[in-house]
Structure formats: structure tokens, C-alpha cells
């Protein structure tokens, strides 16, 4: 009895070990690491962007869903994820399921590259030093008029923010987007400045 106890401990605890590293692996292999948001830097994400009650909000690399959840929850968005894993689009489906925001949230298994983003009024992507050169070209043209990207952590080089964040580090671009870069939007946001004196 004892020995069959055993055997099923060590089955459950590779199992979890295998499902842990295929969480984890998985996005790898694809140039995306599953990197947590903080709720905190999400709300700011899309406070910055005025995500307004239904519109729609993509969710590039949806991970958990905790940006879906808040979307819809908080805003009142309709909201899509995109992602890769198949791991993540489970729990992303179980996070919105079971918050009880599922009716307003979609859930994609694919990659964020070749998804057709058309319907997005609002693109919200936390980016990596090396996917944002990517994102940036990806997006270009698959965007309508008039849509916002919100990144976090690395902006999109060769895009002027319409505004940021300097503290959450949350980068707000328009379609279609200026030329420049956050240089270029420091510089404007000093010469907009009321001068005193």
C-alpha cells in the first residue's frame, strides 16, 4: 500500500515537473519568455491607452489572461488573446472562465505574427528588448486608423509615443504612428512645457 503511494507521489511530482517546464519552455522557443504583469502596470497600460467599455483590446502573448480579465472586467472591453502555448491559452481560459468575464473574452492559439488584428481597437503587448523590433514591423499596416499599441518595458524604435509612462515604463503609440522615437517625444513634451518667468 505504502510502496503504491509512493509510486503515484512521484508520478504526480513529474508530471507537474513536465507541465512546469513546458510553461516555461515552450514560449522560449518561440523568442517569448512568460514573464508575469503586474496588475498595477496593466490598469496603467490601460488607463494611458483610454480603453473605452466595448472596444476591443488584443492581448499579444495573453500568458494567464490576467490582462484580458482586467480588461474586461474593469473597463468593460471586449477582449482577444493571442498566444502561442498551448499551456498558457488553458490558463488563460480558466482565468476568464472562472473570473466571470468569459462571455466577453477570446482566446487564440496562435502565433502574434501571423494573427489578423484588424478588429483591434486597442493592442496591448509586454515586449521583450528583442521582440519589439519585430512587434514593431508586425504591426505596421495591420493596424486600422486610429488604433492605439500599449507597450511595457521597451519601446518601439522608430515610433514617437504619443505618451508614456516614465515610472511603469508603458509606452502609448496612435495608428498610423509619427516617425521619431522617445527622444523625439521628451524633446516635444519640454517644448510644450509652459516656460516660467
Not at 13 to 37: E, F, N, R
Not at 38 to 67: C, H, K, M, S, T
Not at 96 to 110: A, E, L
Not at 164 to 185: A, N
Request: aromatic share 10%; net charge positive; hydrophobic share 45%.
Amino acid at each position: 500500500m505504502m510502496q503504491t503511494i509512493l509510486l503515484i507521489l512521484l508520478f504526480l511530482a513529474a508530471a507537474a515537473s513536465i507541465v512546469y517546464g513546458l510553461w516555461l519552455l515552450i514560449p522560449i522557443l518561440y523568442g517569448l519568455p512568460w514573464v508575469p504583469t503586474n496588475p498595477r502596470r496593466i490598469r496603467r497600460a490601460l488607463q494611458l491607452a483610454q480603453l473605452r467599455p466595448d472596444e476591443v483590446v488584443y492581448d499579444l502573448g495573453a500568458g494567464d489572461g490576467r490582462v484580458l480579465v482586467m480588461a474586461a472586467r474593469e473597463f468593460g472591453a471586449r477582449a482577444v488573446g493571442i498566444e502561442i502555448s498551448p499551456l498558457q491559452c488553458c490558463a488563460a481560459w480558466l482565468n476568464t472562465r472562472f473570473s466571470g468575464v468569459g462571455g466577453r473574452v477570446t482566446i487564440h492559439w496562435r502565433s502574434i505574427y501571423t494573427s489578423d488584428l484588424a478588429n483591434a481597437d486597442v493592442v496591448f503587448a509586454h515586449t521583450t528588448a528583442a521582440q519589439a523590433p519585430r512587434l514593431r514591423v508586425s504591426l505596421e499596416g495591420r493596424l486600422h486608423p486610429g488604433a492605439r499599441v500599449v507597450t511595457i518595458l521597451y519601446d518601439l524604435e522608430g515610433w514617437q509615443p504619443q505618451d508614456m509612462d516614465d515610472r511603469e515604463m508603458v509606452f502609448l503609440y496612435h495608428m498610423p504612428p509619427t516617425p521619431g522615437g522617445v527622444s523625439s517625444y521628451q524633446l516635444q513634451r519640454y517644448l510644450d512645457k509652459p516656460k516660467s518667468g
